[in-house]
C-alpha cells in the first residue's frame, strides 16, 4: 500500500524557516517524480514544487523560487521543502504526491502557518 | 502559464443526477488533464487521468471526455458520497495549474 506521510508543519513567525518531510512507503521511491501541492485556509489547490526521480532537476512556482527548496534522499524514502523567508501568504496545508503526469497518491498533508 | 477555466464553481444537484464538470484549457494541453475530488477534511483523490483514464477504484459513474481544449467530468448518477468539491489539473507544462474548484452539493 502506497504511503505518504508528511511532518514538520506547525506556527512560524514571518521571516523565518521551516523544512517539511514527507515519508514514502509502499513503492519504489526513486522510481518516481514528486511533488508539494498546499492549499490555503478555505481556497484551491496549488502546485508548488516537483523534483525528478534523481534528484537532478527541480521545477517550482515563480512566488516560492529562491526561497524554497525541494529535495530528496532516495536511500530514506524521503522528500524534503526547505521553506525559508516565510510569509503570511505561505501559510496552507502543504501535501506530498507521487507524480506520474497526474498526482496518483496523496499524502494527509501538513499546516504551516505563518504568523507573528 | 497555463490558465485553466473551471466551470461552474458550485453545482447543487439530486441523488441520481447526471453532472458535469468542465474546464477550459488557454492552450493546447493534449491529455494531459487530470480530475481530481476532495471531501472536507481529506486530501484530493485522483479520479480521472490522460483525461478520459478511470484511476484505480474509482466507481465507473465517474467520466471523462475532452473536445480540443475543453474537458468535461460526467458523473452519470449522482450518489451521497459524491459530494465535495472537484478540481482538474493540467500537468502538460510547469508551472502546473489547477481549476478554481466545484463544490458539488446536494439538492
Known amino acids: 500500500e502506497v504511503q505518504l506521510v508528511e511532518s514538520g508543519g506547525g506556527l512560524v513567525q514571518p521571516g523565518r524557516s521551516l523544512k517539511l518531510s514527507c515519508a514514502a512507503s509502499g513503492f519504489t521511491f526513486s522510481n518516481y517524480y514528486m511533488a508539494w501541492v498546499r492549499q490555503a485556509p478555505t481556497k484551491g489547490l496549488e502546485w508548488v514544487a516537483s523534483i525528478t526521480n534523481s534528484g537532478g532537476s527541480t521545477y517550482y512556482r515563480d512566488s516560492v523560487k529562491g526561497r524554497f527548496t525541494i529535495s530528496r534522499d532516495n536511500a530514506k524514502s524521503t522528500l524534503y521543502l526547505q521553506m525559508d523567508s516565510l510569509r503570511s501568504e505561505d501559510t496552507a496545508t502543504y501535501y506530498c504526491t507521487r507524480v506520474e503526469y497526474y498526482f496518483d497518491y496523496w499524502g494527509q498533508g501538513v499546516m504551516v502557518t505563518v504568523s507573528s | ?107
Open chain 2, 1 to 107: 502559464d497555463i490558465q485553466m477555466t473551471q466551470s461552474p464553481a458550485s453545482l447543487s444537484a439530486s441523488l441520481e443526477e447526471i453532472v458535469t464538470i468542465t474546464c477550459q484549457a488557454s492552450q493546447d494541453i493534449g491529455n494531459w488533464l487530470s480530475w481530481y475530488q476532495q471531501k472536507p477534511g481529506k486530501s484530493p483523490q485522483l479520479l480521472i487521468y490522460g483525461a478520459t483514464s478511470l484511476a484505480d477504484g474509482v466507481p465507473s459513474r465517474f467520466s471523462g471526455s475532452r473536445s480540443g481544449t475543453q474537458y468535461s467530468l460526467k458523473i452519470s448518477r449522482l450518489q451521497v458520497e459524491d459530494i465535495g468539491i472537484y478540481y482538474c489539473l493540467q500537468a502538460y507544462s510547469a508551472p502546473y495549474t489547477f481549476g478554481a474548484g466545484t463544490k458539488l452539493e446536494l439538492k
